[in-house]
């Protein structure tokens, strides 16, 4: 491994350690005991050791009262000492020599403040003095590449080894993981559960697999996202390396926002958010325990994704065709129509009976002809409109009247699926363990990964598609890389709510087209303003903090005279001075057309991922399409142009019934523009939205915009008094 320590933390001697004590191991503690036999169980050639003050023998084995007394100096200690002893003996460890060690002892952070002043003792204390931590409050690790299993929970064996590796902020998921990923046979590398994450946090852990040789796909359950800055890093370095991660983040609902929120003291980020930024990283994000699980293990038998999203699929069942057509299309998958050549050659080789149609079912005469799916499968796969091909086969659960000749069917099919002119994935009909038979088999004929069942397997093909996609466009020599924008100056105190005008002065100062904009504080002012921009004209209400004109009366539309406008002005200063605002003032624009399309522009910061853009059709289609793309800054143009045409409304834009398509490069720019300002704008900006930028072809021009800055502790204080 090229990279075993972070920032100061080695995780090698963490998770390679060449001798290990049990610090509190008794008979008393399944956790102990469970620990112990793991280690024992598996292929770790170094030595272990148990530590107890009281017996002089525990799980059968000689105990030493005290790290002082081993015959060597251990590289990790597995800690199961009550609370309170956890930190006497960490020091201890170090004052022995110790460099790693695992905390299984709960009653920390999680437990209140009493226990979070022990945990930053303990983290002040091992960074003092170089010590690596794994917890507290977890189960530890399994490194099944290099058979090494300090592990408090049971661990079934044989262990089925992989290159999967799962990091998990939950310990009571572990196992199921475990189990799951077993049944599957997914293999894996490695395993934790993080615990309090008190020194130690998942990224370190990522950044260690993106590193492991022996990992090709890296798993995460998570609840909260706690350093995005260094998650995004590590999460680029994975994608460049052709690793892929796949996430199952939750917090989707406003109640699992809460809980996980309970749990961890992390922020959770909004979730079309989280959607946003993990695609933007490269990072597969699912919705159930069972996608993550068999998601990673179809990517880490295909060692990747998949080269686009247009299958070929062969089959023995018409029922089964029906629903992989149904579920190719939930899943954005294409059942391209086979080609004549595909056609004529399928017609030689199934019956008659058949038809020949993507997806292809063989029929059931493959019970007397068992060449029929191995064949179809080779012609399918060497269509040109193929990406990949599927095949619906399964592992025989037992064993049938003929087991060699089951055995010799199998070898020749795998044979098959592996010299396919495109990459083939095996799918089974339902989601099933597969048996210790269905494995032997497996394993004599070297037969290909099964991915489990069509539901979660049309989810798991689709993931493997999209990273695929992702990854291309990273490691393409052309590859558009966004960049942090240059901060922005600008003459007024970034403070309470900028509304039309400050907000409008300052887009256009920076490239925005936005409409022209005079301010009247007088209505003769009004009247001479309009005069130059030429009837009709628009008059606004400007007030510090009034961000819906419209709802006081605030905005007086299509002025066609002077007299309008000094009505205009009276009624809406009239307005201005009920409500109560300090300084009474409006703003002149020439009335524009409303031929075009209103779109909505926002940036608004979330309080992980930061500032986020979000672009949709504005006006009335805000309420009643609810569609909007969201995008984390920074962006690219082509990120934007990518958002515009995943909006519902795309055909809108691109001119139905007869309307003027929208210039969606124009588009693009002028929101990447304004992207790019906002990114300028620092730290305390909270939001700015331009809402309508009105769009004509490729004319673009914003009509209303609004700043909100953050208050300051002064600002905040003075509010509250």
């Not at 890093?233 to 796949?246: D, N, W």
């Not at 629903?323 to 008659?352: K, Y």
């Not at 064993?399 to 044979?415: H, M, N, R, V, W």
Request: aromatic share 4%; with cysteine; glycine share 10%.
């Amino acid at each position: 491994m090229t990279n075993p320590t972070i920032e100061g933390i080695d995780l090698r001697a963490l998770f390679e350690p060449r001798s290990i004590a049990l610090i509190g191991a008794t008979d008393k503690s399944p956790w102990s005991l469970n620990t112990f036999r793991n280690i024992k169980d598996s292929e770790f050639e170094g030595n272990v050791y148990l530590v107890n003050r009281r017996s002089a023998v525990v799980h059968g084995e000689k105990t030493y009262s005290a790290l002082a007394e081993l015959p060597e100096v251990v590289d990790l200690v597995f800690v199961m000492v009550p609370t309170t002893v956890v930190l006497p003996t960490l020091r201890d460890a170090v004052d022995q020599g110790v460099r790693a060690a695992v905390i299984l002892t709960s009653g920390f952070g999680e437990t209140g403040q009493e226990g979070k002043a022990l945990e930053d003792e303990i983290v002040a204390f091992s960074r003092a003095s170089g010590l690596t931590v794994l917890g507290p409050n977890g189960n530890g690790f399994i490194n099944a590449a290099e058979g090494i299993t300090p592990y408090g929970l049971p661990i079934g064996r044989p262990l089925l080894t992989g290159s999967v590796g799962f990091v998990l902020q939950s310990g009571a998921l572990a196992s199921s993981v475990l189990q799951f990923a077993q049944t599957r046979n997914v293999g894996l590398s490695f395993l934790t559960a993080m615990g309090n994450e008190s020194m130690m946090s998942v990224t370190d852990v990522m950044e260690y697999l993106v590193d492991d040789p022996a990992t090709s796909v890296i798993a995460l359950f998570l609840e909260s996202v706690r350093d995005p800055v260094e998650f995004r890093r590590i999460a680029h370095r994975a994608l460049q390396a052709g690793k892929p991660i796949v996430a199952l983040k939750i917090g989707r609902s406003a109640l699992g926002a809460r809980a996980a929120l309970a749990h961890t003291g992390a922020l959770v980020g909004d979730n079309s958010v989280i959607d946003a930024a993990f695609e933007q990283m490269g990072v597969i994000r699912v919705r159930s325990l069972e996608d993550l699980i068999l998601t990673a293990g179809l990517m880490a038998s295909l060692g990747g994704g998949l080269p686009g999203p247009r299958m070929g699929v062969v089959t023995p069942s018409g029922g089964a065709s029906e629903i992989i057509a149904d579920r190719a299309e939930d899943e954005g998958l294409q059942l391209p129509t086979f080609s004549a050549d595909t056609t004529h050659r399928l017609h030689e080789i199934v019956p008659d009976f058949a038809t020949v149609q993507n997806p292809l079912d063989v029929t059931g005469y493959v019970v007397i002809d068992r060449t029929l799916m191995r064949r179809s499968l080779a012609v399918v796969a060497e269509d040109d409109d193929v990406d990949f091909a599927v095949l619906l086969s399964e592992l025989p659960r037992v064993p049938g009247p003929d087991p060699d000749a089951a055995l010799t069917a199998y070898g020749e099919s795998a044979k098959n699926i592996r010299t396919t002119a495109v990459p083939t994935v095996v799918l089974s009909t339902v989601l099933t363990d597969v048996t210790d038979y269905g494995r032997s088999v497996s394993n004599s004929v070297d037969f290909p990964h099964v991915l489990g069942g069509i539901e979660h397997g049309m989810t798991a093909l689709s993931n493997a598609v999209r990273w695929g996609a992702l990854h291309r466009a990273t490691v393409a020599e052309n590859a558009d890389v966004a960049v942090d924008p240059v901060p922005l100056t600008f003459d007024r105190e970034p403070t309470g709510m900028w509304t039309e005008y400050s907000a409008g002065r300052l887009l256009a100062e920076q490239g925005v087209p936005v409409v022209p904009t005079t301010l009247a504080s007088t209505a003769e002012e009004a009247v001479t303003a309009a005069a130059e921009f030429g009837y009709p004209v628009v008059l606004k209400a400007v007030a510090d903090g009034l961000g819906h004109k419209s709802d006081i009366g605030g905005v007086r539309l299509n002025l066609h005279g002077p007299d309008a406008v000094r009505d205009a002005f009276d009624s809406v200063t009239s307005a201005l001075t009920e409500l109560g605002s300090r300084g009474v003032a409006t703003v002149v624009q020439p009335q524009r057309s409303m031929d075009g399309i209103e779109m909505l522009v926002g940036v608004v910061r979330d309080p992980v991922w930061g500032l986020t853009l979000a672009v949709g059709l504005g006006g009335v289609w805000v309420e009643v399409l609810a569609d909007a793309a969201v995008k984390v800054l920074p962006v690219t143009e082509n990120d934007v142009r990518q958002a515009i045409e995943g909006l519902r409304g795309i055909t809108l834009l691109k001119g139905a019934r007869g309307t003027t398509p929208v210039d969606l490069d124009a588009l693009a720019r002028t929101v990447k523009t304004v992207a790019d300002v906002a990114a300028g704008l620092g730290d305390r900006l909270q939001a700015l939205e331009i809402n309508p930028l009105m769009v004509n072809g490729s004319h673009c021009e914003a009509l209303d915009a609004l700043i909100t800055w953050t208050a300051t502790d002064e600002e905040k204080d003075e509010e509250f008094r």
